[in-house]
């Protein structure tokens, strides 16, 4: 199946520092790609959709100035979680969107940032 | 707004039984539904999914899931379980609009012990 990286795996920065993370599809290219925030112990929350060369659409009450995403090409997208704070602490995965005949998402392996 | 709910927020099991997981959805348009299993501080891992055609659906790992639209629902089955199926089950279901977002569930946690 098609692979989809995440980088780095996991952080931990200060508070106020800001933490970029990088998603990418390897062998194929997605117009689309999803960004998702896990807490501990619950489900996958969608925070926006990225489709390549365009502004991030962004779902109802997540801040696009606090968590900047840019989908600069057709396998790379990032996520910046600007000026972090301990509550922004959480498990965030990144999926790509395979437009084929099944229009599959496929979900990168996460990374855990912690904020101090 | 499509919205999912797994009723069940833990299933102990013992080895060897089955199990079944329930996932309902609210939707009226035709939708996709999957399932996924992470295991601790893991990924995401598609178990089975349902595009169209036959309502029984087979996975990984033993499982596979019923489509029953008249209920809304979507139940993973597994006629006995392992030690190692222990792990959190997410469904998740999208529009069949092309370019749409999945969106979970809660997940349950299946533990099974011996």
């Known amino acids: 199946g098609a692979v989809v990286s995440q980088h780095p795996s996991w952080v931990i920065c200060k508070s106020g520092t800001s933490v970029k993370i990088e998603c990418r599809s390897l062998?194929?290219?997605?117009?689309?790609m999803f960004w998702y925030r896990q807490f501990p112990k619950q489900s996958l929350m969608l925070m926006a959709t990225?489709?390549?060369?365009?502004?991030?659409?962004?779902e109802q009450g997540v801040e696009k100035d606090k968590f900047l995403i840019n989908h600069a090409s057709l396998t790379l997208s990032t996520l910046t979680v600007t000026s972090a704070h301990p509550e922004d602490s959480s498990f965030y995965i990144c999926?790509?969107?395979?437009?084929?005949?099944?229009?599959?998402?496929?979900f990168g392996p996460g990374t855990r940032l912690t904020v101090l | 707004a499509q919205s999912v709910t797994q009723l069940d927020s833990q299933v102990p099991v013992f080895e060897e039984a089955p199990v079944e997981l329930r996932c309902n959805y609210s939707?009226?348009?035709?939708?996709?539904l999957f399932w996924y299993v992470q295991y601790p501080n893991q990924g995401l891992q598609l178990l089975l999914k349902?595009?169209?055609?036959?309502?029984l659906v087979k996975g990984i790992n033993g499982f596979e899931a019923e489509f029953n639209k008249s209920q809304t629902s979507f139940h993973l089955r597994k006629p006995s379980v392992h030690i190692s199926d222990t792990a959190e089950y997410f469904c998740?279901?999208?529009?069949?609009?092309?370019?749409?977002?999945?969106?979970f569930g809660k997940g349950t946690t299946l533990s099974v012990s011996s």
């Open positions: 999926s790509a969107r395979f437009a084929g005949p099944t229009d599959t998402q496929y």
């Open positions: 062998d194929f290219q997605a117009t689309t």
């Open positions: 990225s489709n390549e060369g365009s502004k991030a659409t962004y």
């Open positions: 939707s009226s348009v035709s939708v996709y």
């Open positions: 349902y595009l169209s055609g036959s309502t």
């Open positions: 998740a279901v999208r529009d069949n609009q092309a370019g749409t977002a999945l969106i």
